[in-house]
């Protein structure tokens, strides 16, 4: 089996091949395989592609820093199979990729589901906390914290072999590849851009989710215009996995009334250069537990594509209760075909239809703004744009830099004396030209000026700011030993007591810093 190409995704195809092709994403630590319960039934009228993020799953560890990063691979592996019109839904950061391609791609998007997902998640702050705790201690931690995270308690309870599927799923992802998705995750937000969404959208989450929880899908519908909301009783973040019956009904739902057949009247961007055709690679394996579809036949790429058998190496949990069936919903019409390069695949045996559940309100198509107008740029608008107005030239790209080492909440609490006005010329003074003009400089790389500082620091004694630059220090990337072997040089050349106070600090720190959180 060839590899998956660099700028491409890890994927799986199942359904007919002659439907429309539905894209579905998975959650941060998670595979494919978390939409096991789902495509029994989705299948029947699409054709689904599973993809596995950069590092899980068995997927080639190539880490993507950014959420537009994983974006594009995905647009690379599509372009790849010839798909260029589809429907998407996403979990998590998987919703996060839907979210973008809305804003970078309309044109490709037939309709979007955000499954548990959210404009902004959390903090920057917490996300790279992920990074540091698992930089220094591995996928142990995040592997043990996961079921709490993923699962109400009950259903932790009553499943323990799913929990141990959670667990082991985390445990062998990529460390590299996973603190490069929460790098991704602390810098995404797109709370000021929802309203250019112009995609039938559905929110979805779990009435139990505490990571991303009902507020952030309500956030989504009242930025997103004409978006829909549906609240899963009995679920917490991986309500795909604890509440597969509803969840796969609001989707056949959302997915068979809001399916936009005509692209809306966004510029076309760039055609992109042809990409290689992926092949998958060696599927996650699944627990016993989640029923895998069978195997499909040839994927139409250019050239034959095989798809990846179920592995039987991962251990297999005891069997899982799966929802009695019920009367299925009201008959819905499937949307209209596009075109695909046929292959022959075989259709997974139908799943037993769950219970009604009471529909949301469709989002219809939404029309879209024709592109404004630019005026050709005067003399004057070509020349070197004016500092803006109260604020000197290099502030904001100060503040950004200042945030990125330092964190939100350690420059928050710097900030909050000079909000009372004295000081605050001072406080802009240090953004606008030691992080606006020095750490913004190309010649050294973030590790080596966060090193330099820590030394200089440690040598005249200023160990709150040496606190606070050995987080930054943590964030960008230092190990704890790499932390004290800069402060054990510092103490040969600017004196022992020096470093050994600063060692007592930045000891502290660390400790704090990477112990796993409870």
């Not at 779990?206 to 930025?223: F, I």
Request: aromatic share 6%.
């Amino acid at each position: 089996m060839s590899e998956t190409p660099k700028n491409t995704l890890q994927y799986r195809v199942d359904g007919p091949e002659d439907a429309p092709v539905l894209v579905v994403g998975p959650s941060l630590g998670t595979t494919w395989h978390m939409w096991d319960r789902q495509i029994p039934e989705l299948a029947g009228a699409w054709r689904v592609l599973r993809f596995d993020l950069p590092g899980h799953g068995g997927a080639p560890a190539e880490p993507a820093h950014s959420v537009a990063e994983l974006g594009d691979r995905l647009v690379a592996t599509l372009d790849g199979l010839g798909i260029q019109r589809f429907g998407y839904a996403g979990c998590s950061i998987g919703g996060a990729i839907g979210a973008d391609l809305a804003l970078r791609h309309p044109h490709r998007l037939a309709s979007l589901a955000l499954v548990a997902s959210s404009p902004r998640f959390g903090t920057a702050d917490e996300y790279r906390q992920r990074g540091v705790i698992v930089r220094t201690n591995g996928m142990d931690p995040m592997a043990r914290s996961a079921p709490e995270r993923w699962f109400t308690a009950a259903y932790a309870s009553a499943q323990p072999a799913i929990v141990e599927w959670a667990v082991q799923m985390v445990r062998t992802t990529d460390p590299a590849c996973y603190i490069a998705a929460c790098e991704a995750l602390a810098a995404f937000d797109i709370r000021a851009d929802l309203a250019r969404i112009a995609v039938p959208t559905l929110a979805l989450v779990g009435a139990e989710d505490r990571v991303t929880g009902p507020g952030e899908a309500r956030t989504l519908v009242a930025g997103i215009p004409g978006a829909g909301l549906a609240v899963v009783p009995g679920a917490s973040h991986l309500a795909p996995v604890e509440q597969p019956a509803a969840v796969t009904d609001l989707l056949v739902r959302h997915f068979s009334t809001a399916w936009q057949e005509t692209p809306p009247r966004f510029p076309t961007p760039a055609a992109p250069g042809p990409a290689a055709s992926p092949e998958p690679s060696a599927p996650f394996p699944a627990p016993g537990a989640l029923a895998t579809p069978a195997p499909s036949a040839a994927f139409p790429a250019p050239g034959p594509l095989a798809t990846p058998a179920p592995s039987a190496a991962f251990p297999a949990p005891g069997p899982l209760a799966t929802p009695a069936p019920s009367a299925g919903p009201a008959p819905m019409a499937t949307p209209a075909p596009f075109a695909t390069t046929p292959g022959p695949m075989a259709t997974p045996a139908p799943l037993a239809s769950p219970g009604p559940i009471a529909p949301q309100a469709p989002a219809g198509p939404l029309a879209a703004e024709p592109p404004a107008e630019t005026a050709a740029p005067t003399p004057a608008e070509t020349e070197e744009p004016a500092a803006p107005a109260g604020r000197p030239d290099g502030y904001e790209a100060g503040m950004r830099i200042r945030r990125d080492v330092l964190g939100d909440a350690q420059v928050d609490a710097e900030a909050a004396p000079a909000d009372a006005s004295f000081g605050a010329a001072f406080d802009e003074l240090t953004t606008r030209h030691a992080w606006g003009e020095v750490w913004s400089r190309e010649g050294l790389d973030r590790r080596t000026r966060v090193a330099v500082a820590l030394a200089a620091l440690a040598s005249g004694g200023h160990l709150d700011d040496l606190a606070a630059h050995t987080r930054a220090a943590l964030r960008a990337g230092l190990t704890p030993a790499e932390i004290e072997e800069v402060l054990l040089q510092t103490g040969v050349y600017c004196g022992i007591p020096a470093a050994s106070a600063a060692l007592r600090v930045a000891g502290a720190v660390v400790r704090e810093e990477t112990s796993p959180r409870g």
